[in-house]
């Protein structure tokens, strides 16, 4: 590279790298109410890497390459930024409960997110059956933030076979906490920025207390969305076991899709939901 032009790249990374601390400062500072340091910390790890990148970039391709990360970095902190993640987890944190069920002696952990107030359940198929159709003989679900567990049982799986959607009942009567509101259809354009809220790594992640008497804490993930076909709702996020059945939140704290899984390789970075339009329409059943 000439002098001149090295001089210009340098000029340029020297300004992105500054606006990306400053978006970077900006969101930590927006979320320090929240008292979670897992995406602040994430998100300083992934400046770090990439200002260490840039910095080491010698020839023109890998300096043209850094440039692009750091701009593609600042424009996602910016659609975090003008996103209230504080008040997304704040209408719907409450409603979101982790799953134990015991299918022929086998345990799973999960995530779902009630509905109503009566204490109506939304989560995966695949979290109270299994690929023979056998039904969880125990379901136990304990709301976030709190450590009462409560029985519950399967009300009814999606028609479709194909449709990963499950909805539980609360036994034990009383009125329950629920998310914010599900949305019609998925309107969150590609681009977007969501965030997801559940129990990724199911009880292997820090609660508070210990032994079965834990207080339940979620876990809020941001991403946007990558895909969004009739069927399919995929999103740039972080998911594992445990985090079928959170519910997918655009801006506005709706959900707009339930997790479900993932493609095989992908280490947890690309996420399936099952979109907006067909929890609504699982719900219109069992009014």
Same mark, same amino acid.
């Given at each position: ?161 194909? #449709? ?94 339930? #997790? ?10 690309? #996420? ?16």
């Amino acid at each position: 590279m000439s002098r001149r032009a090295s001089a210009e790249h340098d000029v340029e990374i020297q300004q992105l790298l500054a606006a990306n601390e400053e978006t970077t400062r900006q969101f930590q500072t927006r979320l320090q109410r929240m008292n979670d340091t897992t995406l602040t910390n994430a998100m300083q790890r992934r400046l770090d890497s990439l200002t260490a990148s840039a910095r080491e970039a010698r020839d023109e391709k890998s300096v043209a390459e850094a440039q692009q990360r750091l701009r593609e970095n600042h424009e996602l902190q910016r659609k975090f930024n003008a996103m209230d993640l504080t008040a997304v987890r704040d209408a719907t944190d409450p409603g979101v409960t982790l799953i134990v069920s015991e299918i022929q002696g086998k345990q799973k952990e999960a995530t779902g997110f009630s509905v109503s107030q009566a204490g109506l359940i939304v989560t995966n198929r695949h979290v109270v059956t299994d690929s023979g159709d056998a039904r969880a003989s125990r379901i136990l679900v304990k709301f976030a933030n709190t450590r009462e567990w409560h029985h519950a049982h399967l009300v009814k799986l999606d028609d479709d076979a194909s #449709v990963d959607l499950a909805l539980l009942q609360i036994d034990e009567s009383g009125s329950y906490p629920a998310v914010r509101g599900i949305a019609r259809s998925v309107d969150t354009p590609v681009g977007s920025a969501i965030a997801t809220v559940g129990f990724p790594l199911g009880t292997d992640i820090p609660m508070e207390g210990t032994g079965n008497d834990f207080a339940a804490k979620t876990s809020l993930t941001i991403g946007t969305v990558s895909k969004s076909v009739s069927d399919l709702l995929q999103i740039d996020a972080f998911a594992s076991h445990g985090s079928s059945g959170s519910p997918v939140v655009d801006s506005h704290g709706h959900v707009i899709g339930v #997790v479900w899984g993932g493609p095989p390789g992908a280490a947890g970075r690309i #996420v399936y939901a099952v979109p907006a339009d067909k929890i609504s329409a699982l719900l219109e059943t069992v009014k």
